[in-house]
């Protein structure tokens, strides 16, 4: 009698072992697309970020300190149907994600990391030409709104050339 109810028991527990699942209290970087490794570059990642409502873009991950950035895809499959995709990306060592050139330079080298919603704008300039006024302006004027990083740093802490770039940014986007 004892076997009766034994066996269907072990049967039952045995059946429902394989569908309990243990969920982690972080998320695992690999489902941020982050490398296995990026956890001995960022001990706690955070993944709140969101690319819902955004354009196609780079954009600075506050939540991070901005270690960590993604790229935000919208893709309209019909005129029903679409799905926002998201890449993230670790910046590498002692480096943050600047949302004004969108690139992972050192800290000092960087706006504040608290300033970088201030720059997702500039996501919507990808893929647009310099006008010819503005490529005529830029040779007459000498400046450009290429990275050129000097190798003095300045009182302020960040390098001279980076604030000449950022002033010529400035101007050309009108922020």
Not at 82 to 93: A, D, L, T
């Amino acid at each position: 009698m004892k076997y009766l109810i034994i066996l269907p028991l072990t049967f039952c527990i045995v059946i429902s072992a394989p569908r309990s699942r243990i969920y982690p209290e972080q998320t695992p970087p690999q489902l941020l697309t982050l490398p296995s490794n990026a956890t001995s570059i960022r001990a706690e990642i955070t993944d709140s970020f969101t690319c819902e409502g955004r354009s196609y873009g780079y954009y600075a991950d506050t939540d991070n300190d901005c270690q960590i950035f993604h790229v935000c895809l919208p893709v309209v499959y019909s005129h029903t149907r679409s799905q926002m995709f998201k890449w993230s990306f670790i910046c590498p060592e002692e480096t943050i994600f600047n949302q004004e050139i969108f690139t992972c330079v050192n800290a000092d080298e960087s706006i504040d990391c608290m300033e970088s919603p201030k720059f997702y704008s500039l996501n919507s300039h990808f893929g647009e030409r310099e006008s010819e006024t503005e490529e005529a302006h830029h040779v007459t004027d000498g400046t450009t709104v290429l990275p050129e990083m000097s190798q003095g740093v300045e009182k302020s802490g960040r390098r001279h050339s980076y604030d000449s770039k950022r002033k010529t940014l400035e101007s050309v986007y009108n922020y």
